[in-house]
């Protein structure tokens, strides 16, 4: 069998998908037709940790796991003692799992789904976390203060044309959002001084070309505050740090 490139489909998954299906190549012609084939396979490697996906979460994906890579390094330049995390919109717990794994830290992880927060549950038993889960919307259930909050929020403006596979199969209220995709920036930033520390980093996965939207907000609700864009494995803009200091 010969994949299309297109797909983006390595023979590690398929020799995976092999292992897992109950009828491969019935699973395999739904991959041929543009589904996931780690929704079929059912989990993901994800900084080294095994994290088990369905339709209600967005796959991780490498631009994430660089998220993840970059907001070490600036906890481990910034802090020198256990810090407290907050991931906004966990997902499958990938983020959270990951910084819980590799920093000294105290993990709170919220989403507004219910079936959500059941798999990131699932997940942090899967990989020995100790995560404090909170339904919320955003900060409507999140009372504390924290040194870090980091999120992968929906970013993508809702007329913007993505790859059809992902806006088919993946779920929307993960991916799209009003205000040209703002608008969850714009809501964290607004509201986040009340939770923050006062030394602090805010961690952001971005659209390639929102970084300087994004930092404009930002200068508007931390004036004094480090404002640092960095780019994905690609060269484009797909991070922005806050640091306050």
Known sequence: MKINNKLNI???????????????????????KGYPIQ???GYVNFYGYKINVN???LIPRFETELLVEKTIKYINKIFNKKVNILDIGTGSGCISIALHKEVNSNLTACDINNKVLKL????A?????NINFIKSNLFENINDKYDVIISNPPYIDQNEKIMDMVDKYEPHESLYAPNNGLYFYEEILKN???YLNDKFIIAFEIGWWQGEL????????????KIIIEKDYTDRNRYIFIIGE
């Not at 390595?10 to 041929?32: A, C, F, I, P, T």
């Not at 038993?125 to 976390?129: D, Q, V």
């Open 120 to 123: 990131a549950k699932s997940n």
């Open 39 to 41: 929704y079929l396979i």
């Open 10 to 32: 390595s023979k590690r998954e398929l020799d995976e998908l092999k292992l897992v299906s109950k009828d491969y190549e019935s699973d395999y012609n739904k991959v041929l």
């Open 55 to 57: 339709k209600n979460v």
């Open 192 to 194: 986040a001084n009340k």
């Open 125 to 129: 038993k899967l990989n020995n976390c």
């Open 214 to 225: 994004i930092k404009s907000i930002a200068r508007i609700y931390f004036k004094n505050s």
